[in-house]
């Protein structure tokens, strides 16, 4: 998130959000992020999602990282600098998803609310992805996000890259019968139709 701020090519989606509310109040976006992050999770409620170690470790470690990378990385000036970086952080951010769900300690709020609507509605982890995206891409630009070439990118392309790395990563489901387990609730839930 950090990365794809300082390529100063549009935010991804959700933190166009955060930047539209941080613009709003007195908070840092990485405040904003750690607030919103707590929201999400009410949203949980409705989809039987529970929240796991990763679950809290994403609220409380994501916001303070994103301002540390932005106090660590200059800002690049040059656009041969900045597209690599954008492209870099979009990708990472997609093996990032598929590393830490299937790792099975929960998923972090706004992708428990991917793995809650995947699971409730049956549709494709790509599809669910994109559409919440989307929803909050034409939010943070209300409020005043920074949108641009790289929050649309980033909106088309987390869900398919989301739902590849889930693949590459998932755990073999035991006795290597069935699909393998990516992401499970504490209910046992399973991501399904991933591979």
Do not use: K
Not at 27 to 55: F, M
Not at 90 to 99: D, F, N, Q, S, W
Request: one cysteine or more; a positive charge; hydrophobic letters at 50%.
């Amino acid at each position: 998130m950090g990365l794809q701020l300082r390529a100063m090519v549009g935010l991804d989606p959700w933190d166009a959000f955060h930047q539209g509310i941080s613009e709003h109040t007195s908070l840092s976006i990485g405040t904003v992020t750690v607030v919103v992050g707590v929201a999400a999770l009410l949203l949980w409620i409705p989809l039987r999602q529970r929240p796991g170690l990763g679950t809290v470790s994403n609220v409380l470690v994501i916001g303070p990282v994103m301002d540390g990378t932005l106090w660590l990385i200059p800002r690049p000036e040059a656009l041969a600098v900045r597209i690599p970086l954008l492209l870099f952080a979009i990708v990472l951010c997609g093996v990032a998803t598929g590393l830490y769900i299937s790792a099975r300690f929960g998923a972090g709020p706004r992708d428990g609310l991917m793995t809650g609507l995947h699971r409730r509605t049956g549709w494709s982890i790509r599809l669910v992805r994109t559409g919440l995206e989307l929803a909050v891409l034409t939010t943070g630009f209300a409020l005043g996000g920074s949108v641009g070439v790289g929050t649309v990118l980033f909106a088309l392309t987390i869900g398919p890259l989301s739902q590849y790395f889930l693949r590459v990563f998932a755990i073999p489901a035991p006795g290597g019968t069935g699909s393998g387990i990516v992401a499970r609730g504490g209910a046992g839930a399973q991501v399904r139709d991933l591979i």
